[in-house]
């Protein structure tokens, strides 16, 4: 069945220092992608999702490609903050009428000043 | 602003106990989910309803149920709640179709002890 594979955490970055957190999928068909963000004590929000193949999804600084040749869909940032450390998701569009998602496990970022 | 809601942030409760976890959206969306998150396996869908008294099994429904007898209210059940219930349990909705984003409530952290 359809599943999404991201990086283990904990990640551990110094502020200003370049961000990658790896997310590959198993899908049938071309699902959409996204990357949700979840704040110290709070749910999930969408950060920025891409619905085809190649789109560039990008908010806030990050950014994710869509690449089908390898199924992946790795989160990006130049220079990351402090305000960044999160739980980060990587997810997938299950299709039909419904839209559900099949997450990730998640990611903790921590960024230290 | 779109909002989710979720009855409370934390509860204690004791095994056997019947517990009724509640969502409310305000942005008369379509579908209305539930999901659990644990530690290392990201977020897992219980159950999720596409109109109101309609519902559809999830990937991990046993031992719940759900209850929606209004558009923006869904509830989760908990019929005999066992110590492996214990989790954080977030509530999200969407908008249908056409719509990708879904939003989340902050979420309930239940202990059955």
């Known amino acids: 069945g359809d599943s999404v594979t991201q990086m283990e955490g904990p990640v551990t970055l110094s502020e200003e220092a370049f961000l990658t957190i790896n997310c590959t999928y198993t899908?049938?068909?071309?699902?959409?992608l996204f990357w949700y963000v979840q704040y110290p004590g709070e749910g999930l929000q969408l950060l920025l999702k891409?619905?085809?193949?190649?789109d560039k999804g990008s908010n806030k600084g990050f950014e994710a490609t869509y690449r089908k040749e390898t199924t992946s869909f790795h989160l990006e940032k130049g220079s990351v903050q402090v305000s960044d450390s999160a739980v980060y998701f990587c997810?997938?569009?299950?299709?039909?009428?419904?839209?559900?998602?099949?997450f990730g496990t998640g990611t903790l970022l921590a960024v230290q000043p | 602003d779109v909002k989710v809601t979720q009855s409370s942030r934390y509860l204690v409760k004791r095994t056997g106990e019947k517990v009724f976890l509640e969502c409310v959206q305000d942005?008369?969306?379509?579908?209305m989910f539930w999901y659990r998150q644990d530690p290392g396996l990201g977020l897992r869908l219980i159950y999720f309803s596409y109109d109101v008294k309609m519902k559809e099994k999830g990937d991990i429904p046993e031992g719940y149920s759900v209850s929606r007898e209004k558009k923006e209210r869904f509830s989760l059940i908990l019929e005999s709640a066992s110590t492996n219930q214990t989790s954080m349990y977030l509530c999200a909705s969407n908008g249908g179709a056409a719509s990708y984003e879904q939003y989340f409530g902050p979420g309930t952290r239940l202990t059955v002890t």
């Open positions: 997810a997938l569009l299950y299709g039909g009428a419904t839209n559900k998602l099949i």
């Open positions: 942005m008369d969306h379509e579908n």
């Open positions: 891409a619905t085809k193949a190649d």
């Open positions: 899908a049938t068909g071309y699902p959409s």
